[in-house]
């Protein structure tokens, strides 16, 4: 009886600590409070702009908006750096990070990805008349082709591993494009995606082979590691944001679809 009486407290203690477990879900969390913590730079159009007036736009700020919709929730807007975004969302300073954000394995070991927005691979954007001096690898890693680079990111991981010949100078990445256009740097490495968009905004700067990557890519969500439920409910947003055609809704808007020859 005494054994009956230890099981069926042990039991009881378990489902409370189940269900408290339960109750601290990371998703209960963010509709408890009412908000959505986004992680975003600001920086890196057409995924997150903010303006001077300090509003924010562009790909995923609009879907940071769906997702607090879904939710019931409002944003709120945490800004953050490419240095600093891995140590924000370890802080739990963010429910979910944001803005162009590209699938790596030392992300992963610290934190979750959603599941894949889109493939988008590193290339170079250049001047358009320079566009056949900068085709390869090869002919950009040499010390006399000048790279620019935002700080912290893929980007800058990129030509540290593929490009180590080249100059490299680091830039803030809102004027960065501008030291191209002035011939103040020869080259600047970043995602097909943002080299496309770059291409329609500015003429005179020009996308190379957006269609053949010279480093594979995917961008997706940055979620803290401590609950999959959350992961599991950011997924399905996604997916049904893609299947009804919101999500291709969104990215048309910023982005131009690239010719196929």
């Known amino acids: 009886m005494k ?70 929730v409002k944003v709120e ?30 992300r992963q070991k610290k934190a979750f990805f959603s599941t894949t927005l889109d493939v988008d691979g590193k290339v170079p954007l250049v001047r358009c008349e320079d566009q056949a001096l900068y085709q390869t690898v090869e002919q950009i890693n040499r010390p006399s082709v000048r790279l620019v680079e935002p700080a912290g990111g893929t980007n800058e991981a990129f030509v540290h591993a593929f490009l180590p010949k080249a100059q490299l100078s680091l830039h803030d990445n809102v004027t960065i494009f501008q030291e191209l256009l002035d011939k103040k740097a020869d080259v600047m490495i970043t995602d097909a995606s943002e080299a496309l968009y770059q291409q329609k905004l500015k003429p005179g700067l020009c996308a190379v082979n957006p269609g053949q990557f010279m480093q594979y890519g995917e ?8 609950d ?22 969104v990215l048309g808007e910023w982005i131009a679809t690239p010719e196929t020859k």
């Open 219 to 226: 961008k997706a969500y940055l979620l803290p590691r401590d």
């Open 77 to 106: 807007w945490v800004q953050t750096t490419w240095k600093t975004l891995m140590p924000d969302m370890l802080a739990g300073k963010c429910d979910i990070g944001m803005g162009g954000i590209s699938v790596t394995l030392e």
């Open 3 to 72: 054994n009956i009486k230890s099981a069926m407290m042990l039991g009881g203690l378990l489902a409370l600590s189940f269900a408290a477990q339960a109750e601290q879900s990371h998703l209960d969390n963010v509709i408890q409070q009412g908000q959505l913590r986004v992680c975003t730079t600001g920086d890196y159009k057409p995924y997150t702009f903010k303006a001077e007036d300090g509003e924010y736009s562009g790909i995923d700020i609009a879907m940071a908006r769906s997702l607090a919709d879904s939710l019931g």
């Open 228 to 249: 999959m439920t959350w992961k599991l409910y950011v997924d399905q947003w996604l997916h049904l944001a893609k299947v009804t055609g919101k999500y291709q809704k």
